[in-house]
């Protein structure tokens, strides 16, 4: 068990939690393992900010967690509360983020991050990139997407999105045409643009070189919006 205003740990191997204890931290805690695992998962972790170093890096936070600078190979972040990011601070990691806010929002949207693919189960999910970006498995009620490089999916996973999707890619390309992505809305600025639904859906405002959508059911457009 941990219970501190702040926690600094450097390690020359894997960082990891013994069972069942929990890290309380009110405020920030910063993690450098270099290229092994940082593990701190247990569920009733509290963090104020985590800022982590690691080759496969895991949080648990049972409330609210901020994150600080993140350098890793692969990302899982699982929080009962928001999960937002220190201002200026960036995310860079080189394979697969993972973040599961349940009913919360998830706010990735600082200028520098760097994602390969990105899942997120969320309330209003927001994501930025300074590069491409591959999303991952999305389920939310609302999704911001806005990116450097071509936005597009990782194969066979699934958008689903009860609100209004965003996506912005400057003149880059924008492909989220998995089969079983569910939008409700979509607004898009990018080069080529190409959309999938399994159900009905509703074009929002679209500015692109090229445009290509497919649904299962009907496609219309939100009134007084512009392709």
């Keep these: 068990n941990i219970k501190a ?16 204890k929990a890290i309380e931290v009110t405020g920030t805690t910063t993690v450098d393992a270099g290229t ?21 890096a895991s949080i648990v936070d049972k409330n609210a967690v901020a ?5 890793a190979t692969s990302l899982n972040v699982k929080a009962a509360g928001a999960v937002t990011q220190v201002a200026d601070k960036a995310i860079e990691v080189s394979g697969t983020t993972t973040v599961d806010a349940g009913q919360n929002d998830v706010t990735l949207a600082n200028a ?17 990139d300074k590069n491409a970006v591959a999303l991952d498995n999305i389920k939310a009620t609302s999704l911001n997407v806005k990116a450097a490089g071509a936005v597009t999916q990782v194969a066979e996973k699934v958008i689903e999105v009860t609100g209004t999707t965003t996506v912005d890619a400057g003149t880059n390309a924008v492909s ?25 859906v509703a074009l929002d405002n679209i500015k692109a070189a090229s445009l290509n959508v497919k649904a299962g059911g009907a496609v219309t457009q939100v009134a007084e919006k512009a392709i």
């Design 176 to 200: 989220l045409a998995n089969a079983g992505n569910d939008f409700n809305t979509v607004i898009m600025t990018a080069g080529a643009a190409s959309i999938a639904d399994k159900n009905a």
């Design 5 to 20: 205003t702040a926690l600094n740990m450097k390690a020359g191997g894997a960082v990891t939690q013994v069972a069942e």
């Design 67 to 71: 994150l600080d600078n993140i350098k």
């Design 36 to 56: 092994n695992a940082v593990t701190l998962a247990n569920a009733n972790n509290d963090f104020g900010s985590v800022g982590v170093t690691a080759g496969a």
């Design 112 to 128: 520098n991050n760097d994602f390969n693919s990105i899942a997120i189960t969320a309330k209003s999910a927001s994501i930025a």
